[in-house]
């Protein structure tokens, strides 16, 4: 019975991963949601403290297949295995049939993604975490440049490449000094004392930066709105609401690894959560592009993420169990809650696009009277993910909160008022940001003539969406199912003086249950007064104009002079590109005024560096003669300079 959840686990891998083969979409998507069935299984009982560990040696070279299903891996694999089905089905919709030449390898690359998605949860051994964590970037390029008709996608494609690669390198290099101390490539506790030498600090470092970019913290961000700009908007729900969470995993496994974390590692995660949160918050507020806009705000939530490991970090490093089951908890509630919401907003902007052909909020308006399910859907995501109450995100943040005041009581104020400031900062932007997307495209009047009449959106794409919607709101309605799953990993890292009973216990000031209680009557009384609304007859009448004689949708705010105050005040942190006219004359003509906001170190630090690095290359060219002799000569030199150095 030992092999059973192994066995599953590897039959459910290897249906998604043949997913793509099958010619028809349905046969696809069904051994799709077969696989992750399986494995969504697998993680419920590893929840249940069916915890396994399996070894197949000399399968890889110089290492085994290694995997272990503990409650770290159980609760990351649970929305990872769950969002995918919805994936396949939305994109069949809304990009097989306008690309059929490429819909199938779309599905293809798909499976294969998730297959590597799942497994880097579960494995133990370094050699099998980096094969997998670059198969997973070279399928996620493939899909990146699915749309590779154009410059844009292709540029992302490869921008995404580069920042898979480095990322990779960085971890195999971490994993080798890990192996040193270890005696092997497995996973396991860092003897004490380690982290404060020099191959320890090294190690650190590789790693923070190794997981940073993939979990697209800032200034490792730069793949990322770049990328889902200018990919399929399932393709850019895959990765951001469910690829960029491994690189959160990676930091979870490296506290449950060192045993005395020094304290200034929680202070550079926290300069890396807050940095985010505050540079994505602010650099969404003025995104015209609502997928760009997407990604920024995927870069704000993951940075406070970051801020709640950092807090996990301090408790261990301070030895405050709470402080640090505080952290691990919000963390992790904030990692599930953007796994749900994020696809849940990417799908709703690939319906957008569907109807509307643009992905320019500024020439969208006033589609909440066309597109009712879809405004509805996009506003409960938008709530949600900015975390307010009652909706499920309210509880991640919360817990957060109440970890940087358990912070405040034991005297660490520094770090505690650095992370409220920041949350608070960061939420209240990221509230203007939403508030701003959804009022541009959906209320007031067309701005465009491709917001007055719009595609109807096929009921393959509005189903995903409602699932999403329904499994957030039934987290929502019963917050307090979650608490007892949390229990196996805080035994995972140790705090068996802290268990979950404490933990409500702090949270009294608002219990879950009652949370739940109030969300089920705002929903009902909502659904009364939407009932009501129906039954009234309304007069509909123009809406004031001030005393004009005529108003047009010119005189509406635009999506710019909305964020203009904001932009004003931010100026310092962001890159402001304007394109002004020159008027001259008494009467001058037609003349045309944008703005734009690129992003500061993708253009200032990343681009000239690869442009550097390929001036370089073409230079070394000329090193390749394609003469026999020379590259002799090349051996002979690089024998003798290693043969120098051995002796020496």
Not at 577 to 599: C, E, L, N, V
């Amino acid at each position: 019975m030992f092999y059973l959840a192994p066995a599953c686990f590897l039959f459910g891998i290897s249906l998604v991963a043949i997913s793509g083969v099958f010619r028809h979409y349905r046969y696809s998507i069904g051994a799709l949601a077969s696989g992750c069935c399986l494995i969504f299984g697998c993680a419920v009982s590893a929840l249940m403290a069916k915890t396994w560990f399996i070894n197949l040696p000399r399968l890889l070279p110089g290492g085994s297949v290694a995997l272990q299903m503990d409650a770290i891996a159980a609760w990351f694999l649970l929305p990872l295995s769950a969002i995918p089905p919805a994936i396949s089905a939305y994109g069949h919709e809304y990009w097989g049939k306008s690309h059929s030449n490429s819909a199938k390898k779309m599905r293809l690359l798909l499976g294969f993604s998730t297959a590597s998605l799942c497994l880097i949860p579960v494995a133990a051994h370094g050699i099998l975490f980096a094969i997998v964590w670059e198969l997973l970037a070279i399928f996620g390029f493939l899909m990146v440049i699915g749309e590779d008709s154009t410059d844009e996608a292709r540029h992302a494609g490869w921008v995404y490449l580069g920042a898979g690669h480095v990322s990779v390198l960085c971890l195999i290099a971490a994993f080798g000094l890990m192996a040193k101390i270890n005696g092997g490539g497995f996973f396991a506790a860092i003897p004490a004392g380690w982290v404060n030498t020099g191959d320890g600090i090294a190690c650190f470092l590789l790693f923070l930066a190794g997981f940073a970019i993939k979990a697209g913290l800032f200034p490792f961000h730069f793949w990322l709105p770049i990328a889902h700009g200018a990919v399929p908007c399932q393709v850019a729900a895959f990765s951001s609401g469910l690829g960029v969470k491994v690189g959160l995993l990676g930091l979870f496994r490296l506290l449950l690894w060192v045993p005395d974390p020094p304290l200034w590692w929680a202070g550079c995660i926290l300069i890396l959560g807050v940095l985010s949160a505050l540079l994505g918050a602010i650099n969404s507020v003025v995104q015209k592009d609502y997928t760009r806009f997407l990604a920024f705000s995927t870069v704000e939530n993951m940075g406070i993420i970051a801020i709640a490991l950092s807090l996990a970090f301090a408790g261990k490093a301070l030895n405050q169990p709470l402080l640090m089951a505080l952290g691990i908890a919000g963390g992790l509630i904030h990692v599930l809650n953007h796994c749900i919401t994020k696809p849940l907003l990417f799908f709703g902007a690939g319906a957008i696009l569907y109807a509307t052909g643009t992905r320019d909020i500024e020439q969208l308006g006033g589609l909440a009277k066309q597109q009712q399910k879809i405004a509805v859907t996009f506003l409960f995501g938008s709530i949600a993910i900015c975390g307010l109450p009652p909706l499920f995100g309210f509880v991640g943040k919360w817990i957060i909160l109440m970890g940087a005041f358990e912070g405040f009581m034991h005297g660490n104020w520094i770090w505690a008022a650095t992370a409220l400031a920041s949350i608070a900062l960061a939420s209240g932007l990221t509230m203007l940001a939403y508030t701003r997307t959804f009022g541009m495209i959906f209320l007031g009047w067309p701005r465009n003539p491709v917001a007055k009449k719009t595609k109807k959106i096929p009921n393959l794409m509005v189903r995903p969406i409602l699932i999403l919607v329904y499994i957030a709101a039934a987290l929502s309605l019963l917050p307090v199912i979650l608490m007892p799953a949390l229990q196996p990993l805080l035994d995972l890292y140790g705090q068996t003086d802290v268990s979950m009973g404490t933990l409500p216990g702090l949270l009294d000031h608002v219990p879950m249950v009652a949370l739940g209680l109030l969300t089920c009557l705002i929903s009902v009384f909502a659904v009364i007064v939407w009932r009501w609304i129906k039954k009234v007859t309304f007069r509909l009448q123009p809406t004031w104009d001030c005393g004009y004689a005529k108003t047009s949708p010119r005189v509406q705010y635009t999506a710019s002079g909305f964020a203009q105050i904001a932009n004003d005040f931010f100026s310092g942190t962001l890159l402001n590109m304007k394109s002004k006219p020159h008027i001259r004359g008494a009467f001058p003509g037609q003349s045309h005024y944008s703005t734009k906001s690129p992003d500061l170190v993708l253009k200032y630090g990343v681009n000239p560096v690869f442009h550097g690095a390929a001036w370089l290359m073409a230079r070394l060219r000329i090193a390749q003669g394609g003469l026999l002799p020379i590259y002799l000569l090349y051996v002979v030199i690089t024998l003798l300079i290693l043969l120098a150095w051995t002796l020496a």
